[in-house]
C-alpha cells in the first residue's frame, strides 16, 4: 500500500505518507467493479463490501487505468503526458486497503449506501470513506458518472469483426469519456444542471442494479472478473438505503434524494449547490440530510442554498470540520506529502486522519438515526450537532448581509 517513490527530499518516513486509511469497523472489506451492457446507458461501479478474509487476494489499484492519469492532467489543465508521467511517478504504485474479489461475507442483511464522486474525480478516488463504511457493516456502490464530469470514464464496446486480431483475447474494447470544459460563452449552471440530472439517474440506475442482484437475477458483468455476483442474493436490507457524495456529487445527493424515495437519508459532503435545480427547494427533498462542510471551500451565496433547503427542518443538518479544505474528503490528502499537499491545497492544517475520521463519525452517526439501525454508532451523535474537538454547528461562513 506504500509508494516507493520518495516524495520529499530528506523525508526518512515516506512510509507513512502512503496510506491510504483502513476501514475500522469489525469487518474486512473486498472491493470488485461492476459494469453492465448497453455501453453509455448502462451502469458503472466499484462495490465496496463486507468480506470473509482473504489473505490470498491482493489490494485493489487504486487508480486502475493510465488514461485516469491523462483525465486528471485534462482536468488540471496539464500537458497529459508530463500529468501522465508525475502521477505514474508518485501514485502509480497506490493500492487501496480493500481486496480485490474477494468473497463476499453472507449471513446478514446489511444497509446500502450509493456514492457519488465530484467534479474531476471518479469511482476509485473516494475509497477512504467507502472502505470505512463497508467495514462498519454496509454495502457502497461508488458510481462512475458519464455525464462528462468525471476526469475519465469509458463504456466496453465490441469489437468488429475487422478490429479482431487473432492474438486478441478479447472482443471488447474500452471507449474512453474525458472531462468536457466548459466552452467559451457557455453558461456553467446549465451545463451543470444537466449533469447533475444525469448523475441523479446514475445514482438511481445503480440502486436498481444492486436490488436486482439482490433478487437473484442474474446480471451480466461486462468486466472479467473472478466475483461471485450470486453471493450478493438476499444480503441487501432493502429498506435502509441512503445516498452520499463530495462536491458535485452533494448536489447529486439533493438531485437524487428528491427523484427517489427509496433513499431514506443523504449526506452531501462539502456540497456544491450551483448545479441543483431551483424546483428542489420547494419542498421536494423530504428526506433527512446532513450537510458535512470543510472550513476552507465554503462561501455564503453556497451555505444560503443548503440552508434554503434545510430551513426550518430538524433532520436537515451542518457541521464545519475546522482546519479542513475541499480535498479532505477524497483520497488524495493521503498519498500526498506535506509539501505537495499543502501547495495543491490536498491537505488543511488538520491531520487528514483525524478529518477523515470526523466526517465519517458524523455520516455513521447520522445513518444510524435515520436508517434505524441497531449499531453502536449513536456513540458519534454529538458531531452531528457540531460538538466535539475540531467541529463547528453549522458554518464559519459569515452570512450577515455585506453593507
Known amino acids: 500500500l506504500s509508494v516507493n517513490a520518495p516524495m520529499e527530499m530528506g523525508s526518512s518516513s515516506t512510509e507513512k505518507f502512503y496510506r491510504i486509511p483502513e476501514g475500522k469497523g469489525p469487518h474486512s472489506v473486498g472491493c470488485t467493479d461492476l459494469m453492465t451492457e448497453n455501453a453509455v446507458e448502462g451502469s458503472f461501479l466499484r462495490l465496496y463490501y463486507p468480506s470473509c478474509n482473504a489473505t490470498d487476494n491482493e489490494e485493489a489499484p487504486w487508480i486502475p487505468d493510465k488514461e485516469y492519469y491523462q483525465g486528471l492532467s485534462d482536468f488540471l489543465n496539464m500537458y497529459r503526458v508530463v500529468g501522465e508521467r508525475l502521477f505514474q511517478y508518485y501514485v502509480g504504485s497506490v493500492t487501496c486497503p480493500a481486496k480485490s474479489n474477494a468473497a463476499f461475507k453472507p449471513g446478514e442483511k446489511y444497509p446500502l449506501l450509493v456514492f457519488s464522486h465530484g467534479l474531476g474525480a471518479f469511482r476509485t478516488i473516494y475509497s477512504a470513506i467507502c472502505i470505512e463504511m463497508a467495514s462498519q457493516g454496509f454495502i457502497v456502490a461508488a458510481v462512475e458518472h458519464r455525464d462528462e464530469s468525471a476526469s475519465a470514464t469509458y463504456y466496453c464496446k465490441k469489437r468488429s469483426i475487422s478490429e479482431r486480431q487473432e492474438e486478441s483475447t478479447s472482443n471488447m474494447e474500452k471507449e474512453w469519456i474525458y472531462y468536457r470544459k466548459l466552452k467559451t460563452g457557455e453558461e456553467e449552471r446549465c451545463l451543470r444542471h444537466k449533469q447533475v440530472q444525469q448523475r441523479a439517474q446514475e445514482c438511481i440506475k445503480a440502486l436498481n442494479l444492486i436490488l436486482k442482484i439482490n433478487s437473484g437475477e442474474e446480471v451480466m458483468n461486462v468486466l472479467n472478473s473472478n466475483f461471485d455476483w450470486n453471493s ?139 436508517l434505524s439501525l441497531k449499531k453502536d454508532f449513536d456513540k458519534w451523535d454529538s458531531l452531528v450537532d457540531g460538538i466535539g474537538p475540531n467541529v463547528i454547528p453549522g458554518t464559519n461562513i459569515d452570512l450577515s448581509p455585506a453593507e
Request: net charge neutral; glycine share 8%; proline share 3%.
Open 232 to 370: 450478493l442474493k438476499d444480503s441487501v436490507d432493502t429498506s435502509r438505503i441512503a445516498v452520499m457524495g463530495h462536491s458535485f456529487g452533494g448536489a447529486t445527493v439533493i438531485e437524487s434524494l428528491s427523484k427517489e424515495i427509496r433513499f431514506r437519508c443523504g449526506i452531501a459532503l462539502d456540497a456544491w449547490m450551483l448545479p441543483v435545480g431551483d424546483d428542489i427547494y420547494q419542498n421536494s427533498v423530504q428526506q433527512p440530510l446532513l450537510f458535512i462542510n470543510s472550513e476552507k471551500f465554503q462561501w455564503a451565496d453556497n451555505i444560503l442554498k443548503m440552508k434554503k433547503l434545510s430551513s426550518n427542518d430538524t433532520n436537515k443538518k451542518m457541521i464545519t470540520i475546522k482546519g479542513s479544505v475541499h480535498q479532505s474528503f477524497p483520497d488524495f490528502t493521503f498519498v500526498s506529502g506535506g509539501i505537495i499537499g499543502r501547495f495543491f491545497k490536498l491537505k488543511g492544517e488538520i491531520d487528514p486522519n483525524e478529518a477523515i475520521d470526523i466526517s465519517n463519525h458524523a455520516s455513521l452517526a447520522f445513518l444510524q438515526k435515520h
